[in-house]
T-cell receptor, first 116, second 114 residues
Framework: AQSVTQPDIHITVSEGASLELRCNYS??????LFWYVQSPGQGLQLLLK??????LVQGIKGFEAEFKRSQSSFNLRKPSVHWSDAAEYFC??????????????FGKGTMLLVSP | DGGITQSPKYLFRKEGQNVTLSCEQN?????MYWYRQDPGQGLRLIYY???????QKGDIAEGYSVSREKKESFPLTVTSAQKNPTAFYLC?????????????FGSGTRLTVV
């Protein structure tokens, strides 16, 4: 069975500083990997995804992530954080059920706090 | 605009009562999912359905039931057998191909059982 570990429960970053959120996964085959963001009391919004190909993927809101198979990691980065980026971030791995469907397994999330 | 609608946003129920959470989508997606979210626990899969009149248990299906009579609708019933039902419930959908690229989520229902 697949699993996802997000080692950091909370991270505080100064506005304008760079950000890296860590994600490690466990999956027996080539993984489908995702990063989602959630504002309080809201649903999840997809930031970016990795399916195949280039291991550095670009997403919305200036985020990017790099897939490193040797380290089973898919860390999320942003060069300059804005106060509006404060939210909870979830990494997820997809297990292919066939027919183009997958079930997603989520990490426990990392809460990002942005200080002035 | 296409999307997923979950209603109500907040729901209060007395212990021992069954309660049904609504999830409707107009994205023409085939697959739908229910997740439960607890603080510090991430999201855990309750049930999912790939086609009408068919659904499968996820990791934490005990105490829950679902139906899929229409492609657009996937209601979740939290039964009195669910020992700790207070949580935030999220519904999602996907289509073939898009499913391996991620889900579209609703805005959630916060259920509080008193």
């Amino acid at each position: 069975a697949q699993s996802v570990t997000q080692p950091d429960i909370h991270i505080t970053v100064s506005e304008g500083a760079s950000l890296e959120l860590r994600c490690n996964y466990s999956y027996g085959a080539t993984p489908y990997l995702f990063w989602y963001v959630q504002s309080p009391g809201q649903g999840l919004q997809l930031l970016l995804k990795y399916f195949s190909g280039d291991t550095l993927v670009q997403g919305i809101k200036g985020f990017e992530a790099e897939f490193k198979r040797s380290q089973s990691s898919f860390n999320l980065r942003k060069p300059s954080v804005h106060w509006s980026d404060a939210a909870e971030y979830f990494c997820a791995v997809g297990a292919d059920m066939g027919s183009g469907y997958s079930t997603l397994t989520f990490g426990k999330g990392t809460m990002l706090l942005v200080s002035p | 605009d296409g999307g997923i609608t979950q209603s109500p946003k907040y729901l209060f129920r007395k212990e021992g009562q069954n309660v049904t959470l609504s999830c409707e989508q107009n994205l023409n997606h085939d697959a739908m999912y229910w997740y439960r979210q607890d603080p510090g626990q991430g999201l855990r899969l309750i049930y999912y359905s790939q086609i009408v009149n068919d659904f499968q248990k996820g990791d934490i299906a005990e105490g829950y039931s679902v139906s899929r009579e229409k492609k657009e609708s996937f209601p979740l019933t939290v039964t009195s057998a669910q020992k700790n039902p207070t949580a935030f419930y999220l519904c999602a959908s996907s289509s073939p191909g898009q499913g391996v690229y991620g889900y579209t989520f609703g805005s959630g229902t916060r259920l509080t059982v008193v």
